[in-house]
Structure formats: C-alpha cells, structure tokens
C-alpha cells in the first residue's frame, strides 16, 4: 500500500496568513492527489484534485502543486471558515490512502 | 442535486453483523464507482472499499477483507455494506462516497454518514 504522510500534523494560524501542508508519497503516484477539508461532525469535501485542480465552488485563495511522490496545498489568505482538518488522498492506485491529517487551528 | 444518505448503523456487539446502506439520488447511480470511508473517533480518514459501477471490481482495505462485503443495486440507486464478525477497531463513522468520474478518481460528494458503534 502506498503511505501518504502529511506534515504538520497541527499548524496554528492567524486570520489572513498564508499556510502551506505538505503531503509525501511513500511512491510515486503521477498527479493521483486530491486534498479535502473536514470541519468537525461533517463529512470531508473535495477541495483540490489531479493535484492542483480546483474542484468547481472552491475559493480561488486553495492552491495545490507537486507530482510525482511531493505536493503541496496553500492556502494564501486564512479565512475563518478555513480553520479545519486537511487531508491528502492518493487514487493512484487501490487500497485508496490518505494522510493522517494536519489539524489548522486558529492562534 | 446530488444526495448520498447512510443509513444502518448502530451498537452492535463484538462478533455481531450490521449492514450499512446507502440511498443514492441527483445523479446515474450506475455510471459511477462507489466507495465506504470510516472515520475512528478522534481519528482520520480510512478508506474500507471500492465497487465499480457494474459490480465488476471490488475492493477492500486489508483490515476488513473476508469480513466486509460490498454490493450495490443499481435498480434501487443503492449501495451496501455488510460487516460481519466486528470489533471494537469497526467503531466508527462511515460515509458513503462517490467517484468524481468513471476512471481513477476522487471522492467528489459523500454522504452524512452513520455510526456504527461496537461495543458489549
């Protein structure tokens, strides 16, 4: 199975900051990343996929980049509605893994 | 509008069964890839299994494969999951999930999801 890893695990931010997570591949996976955000008690939404595809309804500040085995999601102005938990997924291949998670947090 | 609404879980004793559905709406149920995603409490996201949109493909996690079965209806825009011999590690919410489009994809909607709580 393909180990995805995330970094950080927690981030503390301020409203209007620019935040990057990192996600790593234990292999490659081409562009085969989506990354979704999870606000607690509801279901995870689909923020970025094919690794830098905004999915349609998603604000403009939610970039993402990388292939191959490192990529990356920016967030490049907080939004109080910003503040949630971030997940990596890969759809390279099956089992489908995601990351552990970074927890955004306000400071 | 697309609608994925769960339904089915519960307490259940360990060594119990459950079967968990999936009400499917907003959207050709048969053209798409299904698939279960179960979230421990407090923990992240795990994916449980993918059936492709004819039932020609089924896949598991390795933590659930022999107990675990995953069907779908495509008549009854219904998707299905049947758990047997569960443990403490099933306690868990689970969603229901789409594939975005028909080849290799990501989950574009899911459900609400259901608990499904193991416990004696």
């Known amino acids: 199975a393909i180990r995805m890893t995330q970094s950080p695990s927690s981030l503390s931010a301020s409203t209007g900051d620019r935040v990057t997570i990192t996600c790593r591949a234990s292999?490659?996976?081409?562009?085969?990343l989506a990354w979704y955000q999870q606000k607690p008690g509801k279901a995870p939404k689909l923020l970025i996929y094919a690794a830098s595809t905004l999915q349609s309804g998603v604000p403009s500040r939610f970039s993402g980049s990388g292939s191959g085995t490192d990529f990356s999601l920016t967030i490049s102005c907080l939004q109080s509605e910003d503040f949630a938990t971030y997940y990596c997924?890969?759809?390279?291949?099956?089992?489908?893994?995601f990351g552990q998670g970074t927890k955004l947090a306000i400071k | 509008e697309v609608q994925l609404v769960e339904s089915g879980g519960g307490l259940v004793k360990p060594g119990g069964s459950l079967r968990l559905s999936c009400a499917a709406s907003g959207f050709t149920f048969s053209s798409f890839t299904m698939n279960w995603v179960r979230q421990a409490p407090g923990k992240g996201l795990e994916w449980v299994s993918s059936?492709?949109?004819?039932?020609?493909?089924?896949y598991y996690a390795d933590s659930v494969k022999g107990r675990f079965t995953i069907s779908r209806d495509n008549a009854k825009n219904s998707l299905y999951l049947q758990m047997n011999s569960l443990g403490a590690e099933d306690t868990a919410v689970y969603y229901c999930?789409?594939?975005?489009?028909?080849?290799?994809?990501?989950?574009?909607?899911w459900g609400q999801g259901t608990l499904v709580t193991v416990s004696s």
């Open positions: 292999q490659g996976i081409s562009s085969y």
């Open positions: 997924q890969q759809y390279y291949s099956y089992p489908r893994t």
């Open positions: 059936i492709s949109s004819s039932s020609s493909y089924i």
């Open positions: 999930a789409r594939d975005r489009t028909t080849v290799d994809s990501p989950f574009d909607y």
